[in-house]
């Protein structure tokens, strides 16, 4: 099981410094990949939680991508309606030249009606878009020359070049908890990507309801890589609606023991609380970090 660091790109911690900070220290202590998230346009409910300034994942990933050597590289997550998808396809492939083969392409439909609206998005149907986006974005890695006829994007006889080093194209993990989410994660993903969630329900409601649909559809079960947030306490927290992630290292450790048991690939720990005050700790962000990381062989 390898563990990958959501590394936080946003408010006035976000400079290029801190960002170096971040980047160097994911690179020396064992850690495997370094995920971004993403927003377009900080309306003011994405701002509430997420404050500019924001960087870009994709123009910080091939920055990162410069800076290191050794972990993989990605998105957590790209929101897929929010770009054309052959643009977002030649982005990840793009990055995934430049890293030599590391990116992870980490995607979601998105939560931030403000966010659309600005962008002049159809919100209802995020998610039949992000679908079809996905479907096109794999084609165009599949092929020099690609073509597609969909309901909400078409085109034809575009080079796509550079194609994705990894074959048949860089891992999909997909976010989401909803039946919708877990079918676009079987269809289309490698991973299932889900966010913030707790150990009761993964193990007896979320995970066996993604092994029922891939069974009704007839595909395989897609890994698990869910992202937990890492939030350490000196006394145990109550396990009534206590989140994965949450509480003291002897609590931490028996998340970490129980997302193994359930086959996890990769756990995503994010140690933003919520409070914007403490973006700019980074000490205490790596000292969790570190802490988390010595739980593991």
């Known amino acids: 099981m390898k563990l990958?660091?959501?590394?936080?790109?946003?408010g006035e911690a976000a400079t290029?410094?801190?960002?170096?900070?971040?980047?160097?220290f994911a690179e020396a202590n064992r850690f495997d990949a370094l995920l971004i998230s993403d927003h377009l346009a900080v309306t003011s409910d994405v701002a509430s939680r997420y404050p500019a300034p924001f960087?870009?994942?994709f123009v910080l990933l091939a920055w990162a991508a410069a800076r290191t050597t050794r972990i993989e590289l990605g998105t957590t997550v790209a929101i897929l309606p929010y770009r054309h998808p052959l643009h977002t396809a030649r982005l990840?492939?793009?990055?995934?030249?430049?890293?030599r083969g590391r990116f992870i392409f980490g995607v979601g439909v998105g939560w931030a009606k403000q966010e659309f609206a600005t962008l002049g998005l159809?919100?209802?149907?995020?998610?039949?878009?992000?679908?079809e986006y996905l479907e096109?974005?794999?084609?165009?890695?599949?092929?020099?020359?690609a073509a597609f006829t969909g309901r909400f994007v078409s085109f034809s006889e575009v080079h796509t070049g550079p194609r994705p080093l990894r074959k048949p194209h860089p891992p999909i993990w997909v976010g989401g908890a909803s039946d919708a989410a877990l079918r676009r994660a079987i269809r289309y993903g490698t991973a299932w990507h889900p966010i913030r969630i707790r150990i009761d329900w993964l193990r007896d409601v979320g995970y066996p309801r993604l092994k029922e649909i891939a069974l009704a559809e007839g595909r395989p079960v897609p890994d698990l890589a869910p992202r937990i947030s890492v939030q350490l306490a000196s006394e145990s927290v109550s396990e009534y609606g206590r989140v994965a992630g949450q509480g003291t290292l002897k609590q931490i450790k028996g998340d970490l023991d129980a997302l193994s048991a359930m086959g996890a690939t990769y756990i995503t720990l994010d140690t933003y609380s919520g409070d914007i005050a403490n973006l700019k700790d980074l000490d205490r962000h790596f000292?969790?970090?570190l802490a988390v990381r010595e739980l593991l062989p």
């Open 4 to 10: 990958a660091i959501n590394l936080l790109n946003f």
């Open 16 to 24: 290029v410094e801190n960002l170096q900070k971040w980047t160097d």
């Open 55 to 57: 960087l870009d994942p």
């Open 92 to 99: 990840a492939a793009n990055i995934d030249v430049l890293s």
């Open 122 to 131: 159809d919100f209802e149907h995020r998610g039949s878009v992000a679908n």
């Open 136 to 145: 096109a974005i794999k084609i165009c890695w599949a092929s020099n020359v």
């Open 287 to 289: 000292e969790t970090l």
